[in-house]
DNA sequence: CTCAACTTGGACTGATCGGTTCAAGATAGG
DNA sequence: CCTATCTTGAACCGATCAGTCCAAGTTGAG
């Protein structure tokens, strides 16, 4: 065949990934993603579909570079460390946040939101990335000397914080605030962990 | 005068609010509004002027409607009992979230969410609520028996966890669940009061 | 009853929306 | 060079948006 893609598809994604992530699906129009990426209306088209599709392969993508360093994070305490795993699993939130290339927020919270208003398949993707982020607390949990459920509950506490940290950023929250926000749930599960198990 | 107004204005803004509330600014049409309030658009221009305004009021209109609740569960606990004042906060905005007649999630936390795409005042708006919920709770952990310092890292770490609770409640979380968080919260909190001041 | 104030529904504007289509041009493999 | 593919810009569609206006109808105080 002659003539290949002219342009890269993950960066194009990237782009559209950050439109989204900063002015949210409603916000977002198809001229938006067209001056972010770069791309004709044409070409975003034919090659990712309609919004929905497009914000979906958003979602994804999002999931793919943010969630590889959550698990990462995760898993440098695998070996019977969790304050050090769960420590550098907020450390990803706190960077991305004082990271002057990328939005403040984070676009499965921004998602989750809008749920009454998003399409079910988009809304489901959400709550599932929500539901994963707990699972991967949950394992890295399980490790630890805890008491019988404490694990799932840490799990459901840290993805709430980790959450409430998307909303203070966009209340213009300081990173030495948001520190304190995660500080202090650090300290209930170090209680928790020196508490016996 | 002759005529004067037919509808009742706080029943009208209670239904703009909630629909504000479930959808979002950018998702609430004026068609939306004229629909949920049972007001013409004409009346809607005439008694609370464009979109923003109406937002704005609505914002107002929350911040009463809530915030008077908080005030009200944190002063509970104004003679030396801040456990209970604290439990008190974090109880009204689990009733409200259980409450079938309102949405779930928060407006203050969904208008903080979109402060890129919002207009500055209303932004500001938010913002504000949002530092304002700090405040009261700083002042109510104030009597408290704390370390320096102690009271203003609680309350943010507080009105974070609260703010999570929008979103974990949008994200389908059950009531069990948005306790735990909560619960977690109220440990560290108990333990740093135990520990002297 | 009178009349001023309020409410209503609908029509209208200019702008923008998501989505589709197409002809012209750019690209690179053969 | 030839040609299949990709990309572009622009035009276009029907729908919806916020905001404005007005004529007709309703209300209730005087």
Request: with cysteine.
């Amino acid at each position: 065949m002659a003539g290949k893609k002219q342009f890269d598809v993950d960066i194009a994604l990237d782009a559209a990934m950050v439109q989204f992530w900063r002015a949210g699906y409603a916000d977002t129009s198809l001229d938006d993603l067209s001056r972010a990426t770069g791309l004709n209306r044409s070409s975003i088209y034919s090659s990712f579909g309609d919004k929905d599709s497009l914000y979906l392969r958003c979602l994804d993508r999002y999931a793919i570079r943010y969630g590889d360093r959550y698990e990462q994070a995760l898993s440098s305490g695998a070996s019977g460390e969790p304050l050090r795993a769960i420590r550098a699993f907020f450390e990803v939130t706190l960077q991305r946040i004082a990271d002057p290339d990328v939005p403040d927020g984070c676009l499965v919270a921004q998602t989750a939101m809008a749920t009454p208003v998003l399409s079910p398949a988009i809304a489901t993707r959400a709550i599932e990335a929500v539901g994963l982020q707990r699972a991967r607390l949950r394992t890295a949990l399980n490790t630890a000397e805890l008491a019988e459920g404490d694990a799932e509950n840490y799990a459901t506490h840290i993805t709430a914080v980790n959450q409430s940290l998307a909303v203070m950023s966009r209340a213009r929250a300081s990173q030495k605030q948001l520190r304190t926000i995660v500080d202090i749930s650090m300290s209930a599960l170090s209680q928790a962990l020196h508490s016996r198990g």
